[in-house]
């Protein structure tokens, strides 16, 4: 796998011509192979905010049951790119795309598809902690509930499948029928977790999930996300390189809209083929 | 560095204290205007010391012809105008209309004895009372009749004991039969009422020939006849019942005479209450002052409204301002919601949200116009046409007349833009992590709205209940079009099926200070009730609105969402 990473790299910084880009993925193939693969971005997937393109030509595999992480400076799209697995930025108007995503083989783009639908395999946890203003218990069985699911036994079931999953049980357990706002900002990021597990996701999309807590808050965090990794594929978007080697198993490299670099976390950043990575992951610029 | 560069002051200072100075303008104001009205409104319950003085002999200012002797409480104490040697003059209650003619009397201190000038005499025994009719008197007592022959005089140890009893037991036995007239007299009324309006619903466009010529409807009216016989002859043996009571009241009677020598004999159930005021110590004064206080807001008007309470204004308020709460906050979140959430942000909506703003703007009469013409003919028209053909046949209108149903909604319609501008700040206030957060877990865009959105803004919306409440409760221009009315005999909620009475036409307090402010003939003795029910409306929708706060502040600790 990491001999293969040095490929696309090269590809990147000769002109990124379509030929190239092609062959880009097909080493990514070997990168990632087929069955490994659960989110492929592919035919030059590009992303549009009105007239202004921030997305360039992206092709890249995201393995199943590992965390990547989304690494750049501010503004390189590692965000919107994040935003678009779960088409969150439909939200915005006047938003364009070309090229795929398809996750588990299944464009995300399909007409037919309800974004419903995708939200529910697709979990998402945000940059700054977002509880809803209700109780804990409440938090926790929102996607259930908002899909109709009232059971009971169910949902109690779930709730504490879902705090103890996200490491959080122990210390809400007397509390679940208080209101999620009284928690500690760690406490309800871990809440934000437990939430976006509760509908037992495949992927869980997490945006800088740890910019706002401390670091004690974010080692908890980091723990949780090596453990949560045996059952979901985990997308993480974040500006800190420490947190980056620390939790993923694969690093891509964004700058200006395009992939730079994609390949293991460990070559990544011990040993950048790319002359920008090798800035960035050595904190000279970004 | 010079000191002189360092003592540059920085720019925009005055600025502060422009700022400051419109502040404490805006608030000087309004507290000297609750001030005015607290202190005017308030001070009406509180008993005044009545003094018995003398004129000189050549005053032009008697109060009566015979005498150069009066009795009154001081209700005004000011400087003549246009005097610049400071001299006074006193505006004295003097009451007895019946027999002086007027109840205040502007008395220049000059024109008072030498004795009365420096210091005003208040003779202990005398007593105030107020009646029945022709406002408050103020007398010696001289005698009372109890029964046909037995007689009391005044001068008799226990005398004021004995007549303080018999007036509280008049008053005991007033409560009951006005109970009884409106209660059971009322339920009968109402059921005759209806008996003759069918009666009148089939004879309607047929002459007394036809009517006689068709034996099916003859039946049909006589078996209505029957029917509303068994109501009069319920209604009969109430009445006597009442005209018992009625009776009773006359049955003992007060003998007194003013200080400027009438005499005048009254019935004891023509008295209200009988006081002392000289007599007062503190503690007396505090409960005559909680006891009035009390009568104020819970009895019904008297005489024209210019004595007595004015509990059915209160109430009528009070339900009008409810139920338009009621129309408007669903129909203004709902546009709200639209507005804000789902409608594509282009020239239409942004036509529509000056439009809904300059609603705010259209005078309140324009609105009492419409609701005269869009709910009173249109919807009360249609609504009686269809469900109440008996009424429509006999040409009275059952909703087709203003009352507190279209009032309310006429005012809910005027407060709309108020519901909806502050609706659409608080949705707007609604982070949008919170949002996402929601649609990130699968919600669908009601979903969000309906389980996240609108609980997080819930104190939002409740700013915007309270400013429709303080709007609507206060105005008075388009309900004087829709239903609001001088008296009414009844109250919109009671105790008669089906308890909640939307076709009622209502009492409302800011229509009842015009009135007895602007359309009463003594506006010396309406200027007490005018401050007493200012005082009264800002307190009710003081109290509404703190309601409506507290609630606001319980959902705010709830739904406050510490994150943005």
């Known amino acids: 796998m990491t001999t293969l990473m040095s490929e696309p790299e090269t590809q990147e910084t000769s002109k990124p011509q379509p030929a190239d880009q092609t062959a880009a993925g097909s080493t990514e193939d070997k990168a990632v192979n087929d069955s490994e693969t659960l989110i492929e971005v592919k035919d030059n997937f590009g992303f549009n905010y009105g007239s202004t393109q921030v997305l360039f030509d992206l092709n890249l595999r995201i393995p199943n049951r590992k965390v990547t992480a989304l690494i750049g400076p501010s503004g390189c799209g590692k965000s919107t790119l994040l935003r678009c697995f779960n088409r969150m930025n439909d939200l915005i108007d006047g938003i364009s795309h070309t090229g795929d995503i398809t996750i588990g083989g299944q464009s995300i783009f399909d007409p037919a598809l309800e974004i419903i639908s995708l939200r529910k395999k697709v979990g998402m946890v945000f940059q700054k902690y977002n509880p809803f203003p209700k109780t804990i218990y409440e938090n926790v069985v929102f996607s259930l509930r908002v899909s109709g699911r009232n059971n009971k036994a169910l949902l109690d079931e779930t709730v504490e499948r879902s705090l103890r999953r996200s490491a959080l049980w122990d210390e809400v357990k007397d509390r679940l029928h208080e209101s999620a706002l009284g928690l500690s900002g760690g406490q309800m990021q871990r809440l934000c977790i437990a939430r976006a597990i509760a509908n037992e996701p495949e992927v869980i999309l997490m945006d800088e999930p740890c910019s706002a807590l401390d670091p004690i808050a974010t080692g908890k965090i980091e723990e949780l996300i090596d453990e949560l990794k045996t059952d979901y594929t985990i997308v993480i978007v974040t500006h800190n390189m420490q947190q980056a080697t620390r939790v993923s198993d694969r690093t891509a490299f964004f700058y200006l809209g395009k992939l730079i670099e994609y390949g293991e976390t460990t070559k990544l950043f011990t040993n950048p083929q790319e002359k920008r990575t090798e800035d960035y992951v050595s904190g000279r610029f970004g | 560095m010079k000191l002189e560069d360092l003592k540059q002051r920085p720019a925009g200072e005055p600025m502060v204290w422009l700022t400051a100075m419109g502040l404490a303008l805006g608030t000087v104001m309004v507290v000297c205007l609750l001030w005015v009205i607290f202190v005017n409104g308030i001070t009406v319950f509180w008993p005044k010391p009545v003094y018995q003085l003398e004129l000189d002999a050549n005053s032009t200012h008697r109060v009566s012809a015979e005498t150069n002797v009066f009795a009154g409480a001081i209700s005004m104490d000011r400087e003549i105008t246009g005097a610049d040697d400071g001299t006074r003059e006193y505006q004295f209650f003097v009451g007895n209309k019946d027999i002086y003619g007027f109840m205040y009397k502007f008395v220049p201190q000059a024109d008072l004895v030498e004795s009365d000038r420096t210091k005003l005499t208040q003779p202990k025994d005398i007593m105030v009372a107020e009646r029945l009719e022709y406002g408050n008197a103020i007398f010696y007592p001289v005698s009372m009749q109890l029964g046909t022959n037995e007689v009391l005089r005044a001068e008799t140890p226990d005398f004021t004991t004995k007549l303080y009893a018999l007036v509280e037991e008049c008053n005991e036995r007033r409560a009951k039969y006005t109970a009884l007239e409106k209660k059971d007299i009322g339920r009968i009324n109402h059921a005759i009422r209806k008996i003759d309006?069918?009666?009148?619903?089939?004879?309607?466009?047929?002459?007394?020939?036809?009517?006689?010529?068709?034996?099916?409807?003859?039946?049909?009216?006589?078996?209505?006849?029957?029917?509303?016989?068994?109501?009069?002859?319920?209604?009969?043996?109430?009445?006597?019942?009442?005209?018992?009571?009625r009776e009773a009241q006359e049955k003992d009677s007060l003998t007194y005479r003013l200080v400027t020598g009438e005499e005048k004999t009254l019935p004891l159930g023509d008295f209200v209450h009988i006081y002392q005021p000289n007599q007062f110590g503190f503690g007396d004064k505090v409960g005559f002052f909680v006891s009035q206080f009390w009568g104020f807001l819970s009895e019904n008007p008297r005489e024209a409204n210019m004595e007595g309470g004015i509990f059915p204004a209160i109430f009528g308020t009070f339900v009008m301002t409810v139920l338009m709460s009621i129309a408007v906050m669903p129909f203004g979140v709902l546009a709200a919601i639209y507005l804000r959430e789902y409608a594509k942000d282009g020239l239409f909506v942004r036509g529509v949200r000056i439009a809904v703003n300059n609603l705010a703007g259209v005078p309140s009469i324009v609105f009492g116009a419409f609701g005269v013409g869009f709910f009173i003919y249109m919807a009360g028209g249609t609504i009686d046409r269809l469900f109440f053909p008996d009424y429509v046949a006999s040409k009275v209108p059952y909703f087709g007349t203003g009352g507190i149903l279209w009032a309310s909604l006429t005012l809910a319609l005027m407060t709309v833009p108020v519901v909806v501008v502050s609706t659409e700040e608080a949705l707007a206030a609604v982070p949008r992590a919170v949002r996402e957060g929601a649609l990130a877990c699968g919600a669908s865009k009601w979903q969000t709205i309906q389980r996240v959105v609108l609980p997080a803004s819930a104190p939002g919306l409740l700013t915007g209940l309270i400013l429709a409440m303080a709007r609507g409760a206060g105005e008075v221009a388009p309900l004087m079009l829709v239903g609001v009315v001088k008296l009414a005999p009844e109250l919109p909620i009671d105790s008669v099926a089906p308890f909640i009475h939307l076709d009622y036409k209502f009492m409302h307090l800011g229509f009842h200070i015009y009135d007895v402010g602007f359309q009463s003939p003594d506006s010396e003795a309406a200027k007490p009730m005018v401050f007493a029910t200012t005082f009264l409306l800002i307190l009710l929708v003081v109290v509404m609105n703190l309601a409506a706060i507290l609630i606001r502040n319980h959902l705010k600790k709830k739904y406050s969402t510490s994150a943005f």
């Open chain 2, 197 to 245: 309006i069918q009666i009148k619903a089939l004879t309607a466009n047929k002459t007394t020939k036809e009517v006689q010529a068709d034996a099916a409807l003859t039946a049909q009216i006589d078996a209505k006849e029957k029917e509303k016989e068994k109501w009069n002859a319920e209604y009969e043996i109430l009445a006597k019942q009442a005209e018992e009571m």
